[in-house]
């Protein structure tokens, strides 16, 4: 078909989702498991200071993982700040330094403000290449604060367990590589999806815009 | 110019206004669907074939709701054949949904809790990844949502399209949607929805029980039915579709595949009108039109005379063998005008002429052990042989065809009946008063069958009961052809 | 002398239970691990799968509601909803009661737990849920040969029960015949979790998959997604199904069985 009119009906559509965001942050939320998080998040702030964490909250599984500098952290200790989670594996040369990119590009548009109460989190579906030290050497290759940076290093079944979680699937192919989604979650501040960011080529402003509406 | 002329003149400008805006709305100057304004919200109401939702009336462009659940169930293919069909709305093809351009409909598939396997839907009227497909992947006992707007008019299929994508076809799940344009289509008389398919069975055409699918012979495109609206004779007897003489009739014709094209065609009546390939360009006074799997066309016909008219698809075997047959029944006056009926009917003798009779066909003739299963077995071959001429409730046709109901003549001696049948019947006979004086032709029916029918119609149409047996029938076809 | 040689005896013998115990685990197969070509391979190769137990049977109604009697956060009122959704045990007439029905269903196989519930349970049972892998492997065996997947008259047997729909209530599980592995209904009983179910790369939009995955999963289309197998229908629903699926859906006829290391 003529494409113009197609781009136009792209145009509205993507006018009118803007305007209905713009009354109501949770409206452009897409996945099945965002709408059910998005009527907790009332709930969830008034929870904030309870130490139960909400139904809808990933924080309620009760893994143990590694920090970059070997230190045990469980995942209820991101509760608080807004977290923009992937899940990837340092040696990857597809995809990954892809959303890593994508990640910093979020980041920097975000306010001073905005940054303080934000955190990015990669966990590594590799963890026996991916452990503590070589965190700590990504880290700093690619400039990852301790301020604004969790990288993680976990067990199989938890990994397996957080994936789920997320809706993430990944495989291992080959003794080097694995094939994963390329899913950006963004978990407001009690651990439940807020939104994702499922394809490569999805234009950031949802999520950045997603990001300034959990901050505030 | 005198008063009276002006006046005239006047009165004619006002009936061609009106006329021109009645019916339809004014089409816009550059109308863009995707910028029409969306008033309000509305519930679309689905039909089920051949049914179909009457034409949209709205003044403005709407979200348009449309639900359609997927049902998974044993439904009938043919007398006597079940298959487990996957349905969008618990009908094959699935129900049938009428949007406008400019519509933003928004969709909802629900996958019943019962069902056992994800499913999602193709719409092929669709701009958008998957037409849906990729946003409407639904696990059984969940429901998912997408909107689109409707851009282009015309009539489009949509499908299940989960892997094995081929096999969801096979089983079902295919239907239309049609998007009017704008202004609407021109009115008409009548609407139905028709949609051909296939169908791939472990058994071959009629052989009895619950047939699951055959995936070789799918994949060999070897069909055992090919058929409209999803059973053999959906559309036949007391379901065919009906029409005045003189309407206007448009069919919405799809063809779900999965694998064939059909040849579409009513037989005794030159399409005026088709849309072909569903789409704005209508070529005009056509006999057949192909409609290719996953392809759509309208065709519209006005019926100028009464009758019986066949609906097929004119690869031929595959309506007489496998089942894409179905009736548009159309009553009304004769018109001589147009078509005479048959004006003579005589022997016609060459040297050497023959009478030609086909070899009796082996088949498989199910052997009925009681006189419920003679009775059942015999009301098929009633329907396929007999009731073009005695017809579906055995009163005949008075002048030409003797009753078979409470008729005097079969229950005084049944053997009479059996000998019309395995014989002919030539000459006068008495039946309930009646004088006819027709040509029955002999019938190649084995003696089951013929045992088998006469006990039908015994038990059937108020006449007085009784069984026949092949043995009675046997003995009746060793005596001389009866010529009373 | 009389009391140590019996006290001899008697350990003996009770070594001989456990050793028995440890070789064959309660209610549990021994499957001895080959090599096979899954329907969906990530790779060129075939797959081995290394000994390990697998439950005979799919776990019951009943077991399911011992687990829960001992495990108060999974009955279906306390459940937190990030791990099974609504549909939770709705089969059921509460927190702990399986209904009028308990004496049919209580050993058909559950179904309406999700996936973190099924986990749960093994985990409780000190068993875990079988790889893809080892379930594919173990479900390719007819009740005669290990490698049936070929087997047109077995395959056909399997996709005519994924083309009709449930039955009213489920069959308790054990009435067919066991495979050549000794388990019972790997087919024509109930769909089943797996513990890494979410590594079929199948989306909604199946025909595409091939280079439309690239945008929503890394290093796809390469190796990932190519089936081995098209023609294997039966296995190919199977995939699709697992596809459909996220870990804290409930689904009627969806239930599982657990393994166990071989150690």
């Not at chain 2, 282009?152 to 049609?178: E, F, K, Q």
């Not at chain 2, 055959?214 to 060999?220: F, G, L, R, S």
Request: charged residues 25%; glycine residues 8%; negative net charge.
């Amino acid at each position: 078909m003529n494409i113009r009119p197609l781009v136009i009906a792209i145009l509205a559509m993507a006018i009118m989702f803007g305007a209905c965001s713009g009354n109501d942050g949770e409206r452009e939320q897409q996945s099945k498991k965002q709408m059910a998080a998005g009527d907790h998040t009332a709930h969830a702030q008034m929870k904030m200071a309870s130490e139960e964490p909400t139904d809808e909250s990933i924080y309620n599984v009760s893994s143990i993982w590694l920090n970059r500098y070997g230190q045990k952290v469980k995942l209820g200790s991101l509760r608080g700040k807004v977290q923009v989670v992937a899940m990837v594996y340092t040696h990857c040369e597809f995809a990954c330094p892809r959303i890593l990119a994508d990640m910093k590009r979020i980041r920097d548009r975000l306010s001073e403000e905005e940054l303080k109460a934000t955190n990015f989190v990669i966990v590594s579906i590799d963890p026996e290449r991916d452990i503590p030290e070589r965190l700590r050497n990504f880290a700093s290759e690619n400039e990852l604060s301790d301020t604004n940076w969790t990288l993680l290093n976990g067990g199989q079944g938890d990994i397996l367990e957080l994936a789920a979680l997320l809706g993430v699937k990944y495989k291992k192919i080959s003794e080097t590589d694995f094939t994963h989604s390329n899913i950006i979650t963004v978990l407001n501040k009690e651990g439940e999806v807020a939104h994702q960011r499922k394809k490569l080529d999805d234009d950031p402003t949802p999520i950045v815009k997603n990001i300034k509406v959990l901050t505030s | 110019m005198n008063l009276i002329e002006i006046l005239v003149k006047n009165i004619i400008i006002v009936i061609v206004c009106t006329l021109a805006v009645v019916g339809c709305l004014p089409k816009q100057d550059n109308f863009q669907p995707e910028n029409a304004e969306i008033v309000g919200e509305q519930q679309a109401k689905l039909t089920l074939p051949p049914e179909v939702p009457p034409p949209i009336e709205r003044e403005d462009a709407t979200k348009l709701i449309v639900d359609l659940e997927v049902v998974e169930k044993e439904m009938r293919l043919a007398d006597g054949v079940e298959y487990t069909m996957w349905t969008f709305g618990g009908s094959v093809p699935g129900k049938f949904i009428r949007v406008r351009e400019g519509d933003m409909v928004e969709f909802h598939l629900k996958n019943h809790p019962d069902n056992k396997l994800p499913h999602n839907i193709d719409l092929h009227a669709v701009n958008g990844p998957g037409g849906g497909a990729e946003s409407t992947f639904t696990a059984p006992g969940r429901e998912t949502v997408f909107s689109f707007r409707a851009l282009n008019p015309g009539l489009y299929v949509y499908h299940c399209a989960t892997a094995p994508v081929g096999m969801h076809i096979a089983n079902g799940m295919y239907g239309l949607i049609l998007v009017e344009p704008w202004e609407g289509l021109p009115e008409v008389d009548k609407e139905y929805y028709v949609m051909q398919s296939e169908f791939y069975t472990e058994g071959g055409y009629g052989e009895r029980g619950l047939q699951p699918f055959d995936m070789d012979k799918a994949i060999e495109e070897d069909a055992d039915y090919v058929v409209f609206n999803g059973a053999v004779g959906s559309m036949m007897n007391k379901n065919a579709i009906t029409a005045q003489k003189g309407d206007n009739v448009r069919l919405f014709v799809g063809n779900g595949g999965p694998n064939l094209t059909s040849s579409f065609h009513v037989i005794g009546e030159i399409f005026d009108k088709v849309h072909y390939e569903g789409g704005s360009r209508v070529q005009e006074n056509v006999q057949t039109t192909s409609v290719p799997a996953g392809g759509a066309a309208m065709v519209e016909f006005i019926t100028e005379v009464p009758g019986n008219y066949i609906l097929v698809d004119h690869a031929i075997f595959r309506a007489f063998n496998k089942g894409a047959l179905a009736t548009l029944a159309v009553s009304g006056e004769e018109d001589e005008n147009i078509y005479t009926g048959q004006q003579l009917d005589r022997v016609y003798q060459p040297e050497g002429g023959a009478i030609q009779e086909l070899p009796q066909e082996k088949r498989a003739i199910p052997t009925a052990s009681t006189t419920e299963e003679r009775i059942e077995f015999g009301r098929e071959t009633y329907m396929s042989v007999c009731q073009a001429c005695h017809m579906a409730d055995g009163s005949g046709i008075e002048g030409a065809f003797p009753p078979v109901a409470e008729s005097d003549y079969l229950n005084e001696d049944p053997d009479r009946a059996i000998s019309a049948v395995v014989h002919g019947l030539q000459g006068e006979i008495t039946v309930n008063g009646e004088t006819y004086n027709g040509v029955m032709p002999r019938q190649n029916l084995t003696n089951e069958e013929v045992a088998n029918v006469i006990t039908f119609i015994l038990n059937n149409f108020g006449n007085e009961g009784g069984e026949v047996t092949p043995e009675q029938v046997e003995r009746v076809r060793q005596q001389e052809a009866s010529t009373s | 002398m009389n009391t140590w040689i019996r006290v001899i005896i008697l350990n003996l013998f009770f070594a001989g239970l456990s050793v028995a115990a440890l070789a064959q685990p309660d209610g549990m197969a021994r499957i001895e691990g080959g090599t096979f070509m899954p329907f969906y391979s990530s790779t060129e190769d075939s797959i081995t799968v290394d000994p390990f137990y697998l439950d005979k049977f799919a776990v019951t109604n009943a077991e399911f509601l011992e687990f829960v009697k001992a495990n108060p956060e999974w009955r279906r009122s306390n459940v937190k909803s990030v791990f099974a959704e609504d549909g939770y045990l709705k089969h059921w007439a509460g927190d702990l009661d399986l209904g009028s029905d308990a004496e049919k269903i209580k050993n058909s196989p559950v179904t309406n737990v999700s996936w973190f519930a099924a986990r749960a349970y093994a985990q409780w049972r000190g068993k875990r849920l079988p790889t893809l892998y080892e379930w594919e492997y173990v479900a390719s065996a007819s009740h005669d040969k290990p490698l049936a997947s070929r087997d047109k008259e077995f395959v056909q047997k399997v996709l005519d029960w994924y083309s009709r729909p449930n039955p009213e209530t489920l069959p308790r599980v054990g009435q067919g015949k066991p495979n050549v592995h000794g388990v019972y209904d790997m087919h024509g009983l109930i769909w089943e979790w797996v513990q890494d179910f979410n590594t079929v790369f199948i989306s909604g939009e199946s025909r595409g998959d091939q280079g439309e995955l690239k945008q929503f999963y890394c290093a796809a289309g390469s190796s990932a997604a190519s089936e081995t197998d098209k023609e294997n229908y039966a296995a190919f629903l199977r995939f699709a199904f697992r596809g459909s699926l996220e870990a804290d859906y409930s689904v009627g006829n969806l239930g599982f069985r657990c393994a166990k290391d071989n150690q």
